[in-house]
């Protein structure tokens, strides 16, 4: 009998758009430190687990009409406290004043984010607020894996301007811009690592031309939780998961899929 599984833990990934002129839509991706004890080495979207700070914050904030309750907020507030954690990025983050974040004010955010691991203080020091409605829903997997994380996808859009990154060099080997299609050639080619999940929600951003047209397929597409399973067909074992979803590919031989 194979031991029970720790309970998932809550965890948010947040999918980046840009759109520079004359160019197709590229998503932001991250290589995670081959040290890693989870997915070290693979190239994944900008994210991490929630945290007790992201929950209490969560907790003083109403959960807007039509949104998954306080569980949904609190991801929203971790997807965007990882991405600027992670990328310098300050995404589903407004000034009170209705400036512009700049890149100097996203630098000491991040800086400070660092020192104090959560979002709050952060927020009450610039002078922001959170503009979590600036995320939408994509997607919500829960892998059965030793360590299981559930984890919801966020979809956002940054616009069409150049904008200046660097990795969190406790975590993050590089970041590059790259259409869904390039990144899974590149994975192709033996260029990049890819989970199962990420594999396939590639596959499934590849499908649009943009930011516009993904958001719109996500708020017509049911956001259920997928927990792949493996099946045996004709002596072979394939991680799959139900159709219906928005998933142009469902499985894989097990034995070419990444789980961790």
Known sequence: MSAPLDPPRPAATLIIFRQPKGEQ????????GSTMRFAGGACVFPGGGVDEADR???????????WDGHDDMA????????TLEETGLAIGLTRR???????????EARAMLTRSLALAPVLGHMGWALDAAALTP????????????DTRFYLA????GAVALAPDAGESESLLWVTPGQALDQADAGD??????TRRNLERLAQFSGFGETRRHALATPLDTITPRIIERDGQS???????????????????????
């Open 238 to 260: 394939w991680l799959t998961f139900p159709t219906g979803l928005g998933y142009p590919v469902v499985e894989q031989p097990l034995d070419q899929a990444r789980r961790q």
């Open 97 to 107: 004043d209705g400036r512009r974040i700049g890149a100097d004010d996203a630098a």
């Open 75 to 82: 991801a929203r507030i971790a997807a965007i406290r990882e």
């Open 192 to 197: 990049l690592s890819l989970l199962f999940p």
């Open 157 to 160: 859009d940054l616009g069409t």
């Open 25 to 32: 839509a590229q998503v932001l991706m991250l290589v995670r």
């Open 56 to 66: 209490q914050l969560a907790a003083t904030l109403p959960a807007p009409t039509g």
């Open 138 to 149: 994509f997607a919500r997997w829960c892998p059965r894996l030793p360590r299981p994380y």
